[in-house]
Antibody, heavy 115, light 105 residues
Framework: EVQILETGGGLVKPGGSLRLSCATSGFNFNDYFMNWVRQAPGKGLEWVAQIRNKNYNYATYYAESLEGRVTISRDDSKSSVYLQVSSLRAEDTAIYYC??????WGQGVMVTVSS | IQLTQSPSLLSASVGDRVTLSCKGS??????LAWYQQKLGEAPKLLIY???SLQTGIPSRFSGSGSGTDYTLTISSLQPEDVATYFC????????FGGGTKLELK
């Protein structure tokens, strides 16, 4: 059974940084591209970032709205993917989801940016 | 690529045939998926590549379309289908539509 668990959310002051983690199991992590998607309260879904696998040289892609403030990374030995977000703003307040190829999703982790 | 979903809110009765629309600002080349999201839950993949039904999804869900215009159809609405539906393109970057909220009349 595929399992995806995001951690690392919480309350952060504007201008702060956060590192989200996504631990996975139940599939061969090395084979898959991984994505982060976020959803502001009461709003729609926004794709944030993708990291490809070793076969694609771990290429990374970012939403234009976040480029320069986010970094996606992965550790294949831990079957985990990470999202570092810096210079946080109120509009970054959202549930952040980790997803395997858009098929399997975690339950998400809440990030609140507020003073 | 920007995706525009319509309507934003749809009220229908149990047993109705329901059609949701998703229009791209450019050709999506059939790289279009549909998600269902119930309140408080993560999105669930229903359809990928325009018309391929994800494993475990009831056959009352179907997708169609080409070019810039795509449709999700529920052939006979069930109470458990109340949710918000998002389309998602992965032809050029990755973009979600704004969603259609489906409620029971």
């Amino acid at each position: 059974e595929v399992q995806i668990l995001e951690t690392g959310g919480g309350l952060v002051k504007p201008g702060g940084s956060l590192r989200l983690s996504c631990a996975t199991s139940g599939f061969n992590f090395n084979d898959y591209f991984m994505n982060w998607v976020r959803q502001a309260p009461g709003k729609g879904l926004e794709w944030v970032a993708q990291i490809r696998n070793k076969n694609y040289n771990y290429a990374t892609y970012y939403a234009e709205s976040l480029e320069g403030r986010v970094t996606i990374s992965r550790d294949d030995s831990k079957s985990s993917v990470y999202l570092q977000v810096s210079s946080l703003r109120a509009e970054d307040t959202a549930i952040y989801y980790c997803t395997r190829k858009g098929v399997d999703w975690g339950q998400g982790v809440m990030v609140t940016v507020s003073s | 690529i920007q995706l525009t979903q319509s309507p934003s809110l749809l009220s229908a009765s149990v047993g109705d045939r329901v059609t949701l629309s998703c229009k791209g600002s450019q050709n999506i080349n059939n790289y279009l998926a549909w998600y269902q999201q119930k309140l408080g839950e993560a999105p669930k993949l229903l359809i990928y590549n325009t018309n391929s039904l994800q494993t475990g999804i009831p056959s009352r869900f179907s997708g169609s379309g080409s070019g810039t215009d795509y449709t999700l159809t529920i052939s006979s609405l069930q109470p458990e289908d109340v949710a918000t539906y998002f389309c998602y393109q992965y032809n050029n970057g990755w973009t979600f539509g704004g969603g259609t909220k489906l409620e029971l009349k």
